[in-house]
């Protein structure tokens, strides 16, 4: 094989996990990093048809970066082997470091894009979508991720179980770092890509998986657009995640809360949807007299005299539908009309139900907290019980019932 220098490996930078200014020369309009770790059988049909897409789109102003971590079935040598007939490809094996999100930085390092952006390399992350990525970019979005959850998102065949950790994991999410994972729909999307100008010069510090948390919590990130995509199911190899990856996460979490020392954008120019939130507590209060007016129905001795716990679980569940019924059609009605249909309604009140019984738990759990351990009143430590659990209820409903995100 003859050695030009298309073939030579990329250097893989040392020192800080920083994005410098763009260099004078060799500049092109976008950078997107393939992150690898053993997709041999993946990466000739990856590079092929990112290539074909954007070839299409901006013939001749991109590269494409596999960041491969050294792979066991050579990943990269295959990657290398590509770069004849692709000539906008470049190869990093990467020997000394580990991990997918300082692989993505470092790829950025060595990239002479003005856009960078990151894409899985397993095909699960559909390549039609970076034509409406780089779109929203264009149109001066400074970051453009793409969602599972809104629009035109979701994933092919998951589990109940998996969706629910997900899902677990995006709550924990907003409830330690709201205004970093509260400003996106799919906080968790590895496919996405932001302007060079919105995160040079901060000091990145991931750990795990999860590179965007990182982009949106320590870069200046002020417009973000999402675009819907079905995130597909693995044909060949498999994936890396284990329950390891769980761990890094909320250590991610923890990390970056602690060393960014703010709530976020959201707290800073204060968007918090106070109407919205004044809605939601007149709502639930009207719940209160449905409860009280079902429980007198069914248990007082002068009407139904059904016994009490039973009453009560009842007219708990009719209190939550009255509440989800004027939530939908009052609080979020903005939401709600964009999504009319049958199985769109019946979808929020699952999430609103099961966010509910969520509140419920914490209303419990708080209440015996700040009694036993605060204040040894109860209608004082059960008005703070409430006050928390409507904030809850009112935050995660705001962000997964009716989901609004940044959208443009
Ligand atoms: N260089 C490098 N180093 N690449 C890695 C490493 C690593 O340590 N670990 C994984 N990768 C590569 C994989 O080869 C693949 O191209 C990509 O990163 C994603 O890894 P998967 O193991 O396939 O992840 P997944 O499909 O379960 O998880 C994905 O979940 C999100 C949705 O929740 C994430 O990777 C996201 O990109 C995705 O959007
Ligand atoms: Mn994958």
């Known amino acids: ?20 200014d763009l260099r004078p020369t060799n500049n092109v309009y976008f950078s997107l990093v393939i992150p690898t770790y053993k997709e041999r059988d993946n990466i000739q049909n990856v590079v092929k048809i990112l290539s ?36 906008q490809l470049r190869v990093m094996r990467r020997q000394q470091e580990r991990g997918l999100s300082s692989a993505v930085i470092r790829g950025w390092q060595v990239a002479n894009g003005s856009v960078l952006g990151v894409i899985d390399g397993d095909l699960q992350h559909p390549p039609e979508i970076l034509t409406q990525l780089l779109s929203q970019i264009a149109q001066g979005a400074d970051l453009a991720v793409a969602s599972r959850h809104v629009d035109g998102g979701g994933v092919s065949s998951w589990s109940v179980v998996r969706r629910f950790l997900s899902r677990g994991a995006q709550v924990l999410g907003l409830m330690i770092l709201p205004g970093v994972l509260g400003r996106v729909s799919d906080p968790m999307s590895g496919y996405f890509m932001v302007r060079r100008n919105s995160i040079v010069g901060a000091l990145l510090n991931p750990v795990g998986y999860k590179i965007l948390l990182e982009v949106i919590g320590r870069g200046n990130v002020q417009s973000i657009a999402e675009v819907g995509y079905v995130f597909c199911e693995r044909q060949e190899g498999e994936s890396k995640v284990t329950w390891k990856q769980y761990v890094e996460y909320i250590h991610h979490l923890i990390r970056l809360r602690l060393s960014t020392g703010r709530l976020g954008r959201w707290s800073q120019n204060s968007s918090f949807p106070i109407g919205r939130f004044l809605r939601f507590g007149l709502v639930g209060l009207s719940g209160v007299f449905v409860d009280m007016a079902v429980l007198y129905l069914l248990s007082d001795p002068s009407t139904l005299a059904l016994p009490l716990t039973r009453s009560k679980i009842i007219a708990g569940e009719i209190a939550i539908f009255n509440n989800f019924l004027w939530n939908d059609a009052w609080t979020f009605a903005d939401v709600s009309m964009r999504q009319q249909e049958w199985h769109q309604r019946l979808k929020r009140f699952v999430k609103f139900n099961i966010i509910c019984l969520a509140g419920l738990v914490l209303n419990v759990l708080v209440l015996n907290l700040v009694f036993n351990f605060l204040i040894p009143n109860r209608y004082i430590a059960n008005l703070i019980a409430i006050a928390v659990a409507t904030i809850w209820n009112f935050w995660v409903n705001l962000k997964l019932s009716w989901r609004v995100t940044d959208v443009k």
């Open 1 to 20: 094989m003859n050695v030009n220098s298309s073939q030579t490996l990329l250097t893989v930078p040392t020192g800080p996990l920083q994005i410098s």
């Open 52 to 87: 074909q897409t954007l070839d299409e789109f901006i013939p001749g102003d991109y590269e494409l970066i596999v960041v491969d971590d050294d792979s066991p079935d050579l990943t990269w040598e295959v990657a290398q082997s590509l770069t004849q007939e692709y000539p």
